[in-house]
């Protein structure tokens, strides 16, 4: 059947039968391979992508049931240049796999940090980000650049 997506500000009708999942029709109908799928059962964050603004894990969500915009890592490429960074500077992936998953996450927990106080920022950021897992790097330096981010949001990239 076809079904109507809004993908990064774009309509799109797709193909999506049953339980086809979002993260397929993202990768192999729009070419938005951005998109990683690793365990493909909702375990291990690799593919997550903004619904509605929300982190959701697109291997688990039946495309036809999706009625809230999308977007993908490719979206947030701009908003998400300091974020990555950091990630660059501080060694924050090695892989790379886990990588979009992670950059999507974390503009998420920016976004809620944004309002939050500095008390608890790194034990907040790391259980937020907990569930994207990391086979590479031990999640210090993720951690690490995201709460510099939180706190030195207009820093220009590529500092200390
Ligand atoms: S690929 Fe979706 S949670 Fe692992
Ligand atoms: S950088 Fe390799 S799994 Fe995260």
Avoid at 38 to 56: D, F, K, M, Q, Y
Avoid at 69 to 85: C, I, N
Avoid at 119 to 143: F, K, N, P, W
């Amino acid at each position: 059947m076809t079904h109507r997506l809004e993908v990064n500000g774009a309509p799109f009708d797709v193909r999506a039968s049953g339980l086809e999942p979002l993260s397929r029709v993202l990768r192999e109908q729009l070419g938005l391979t951005g998109t990683k799928v690793a365990c493909g059962r909702g375990e291990c964050g690799a593919c997550t992508v903004l619904v509605g603004g929300r982190p959701r894990l697109s291997c688990t969500v039946p495309a036809v049931l999706v009625r809230e915009p999308v977007r993908t890592v490719e979206d947030l490429a701009d908003e998400t240049a300091q974020l990555r960074a950091e990630f660059a500077d501080r060694g924050a992936f090695q892989c790379g796999f886990c990588t979009p998953g992670q950059v999507v996450t974390a503009w998420a927990v920016l976004r809620d940090e944004a309002d939050r106080p500095a008390d608890g920022r790194r034990e907040r950021v790391a259980h937020a980000m907990s569930g994207v897992l990391c086979r590479c790097t031990g999640y210090q330096a993720i951690t690490a650049a995201i709460c510099h981010v939180a706190e030195t949001p207009d820093e220009p990239t590529g500092s200390p």
